[in-house]
Nanobody, 120 residues
Framework: QVQLVESGGGLVQPGGSLRLSCAASGSIFSINAMRWYRQAPGKQRDLVAA???????NYADSVKGRFTISRDNAKNTVYLQMNSLKPEDTAVYYC??????????????WGQGIQVDVSS
């Protein structure tokens, strides 16, 4: 069984910073892409940033230059450094990982979601 646990969310003022973490645990053999999504109230869940197993990254246009995704393969963890936060960044943030289990099954797994509020 695989579990993803997110941390680091909260309330921050516009222009501030937060760092989200998402750690995977359980019967993991390998992890491919790691991604962060977000969902604002009444809106669909959108991709924010992604990082491949080789370290290549891509970002939504709305966060380019402000957010940085990174990963620590030894810890099965993905991070999202968020700088220059804006009120429109307010959302529930979800991590997602494509991984191979030790039982040789491949699947996409989701974290439980963590709230980020940007407000003065």
């Amino acid at each position: 069984q695989v579990q993803l646990v997110e941390s680091g969310g909260g309330l921050v003022q516009p222009g501030g910073s937060l760092r989200l973490s998402c750690a995977a645990s359980g019967s993991i053999f390998s992890i491919n892409a790691m991604r962060w999504y977000r969902q604002a109230p009444g809106k669909q869940r959108d991709l924010v940033a992604a990082i491949t197993s080789s370290g290549s990254t891509n970002y939504a246009d709305s966060v380019k230059g402000r957010f940085t995704i990174s990963r620590d393969n030894a810890k099965n963890t993905v991070y999202l450094q968020m700088n220059s936060l804006k009120p429109e960044d307010t959302a529930v943030y979800y991590c997602n990982m494509g991984l191979m289990s030790t039982q040789s099954t491949y699947g996409a797994y989701w974290g439980q979601g963590i709230q980020v509020d940007v407000s003065s």
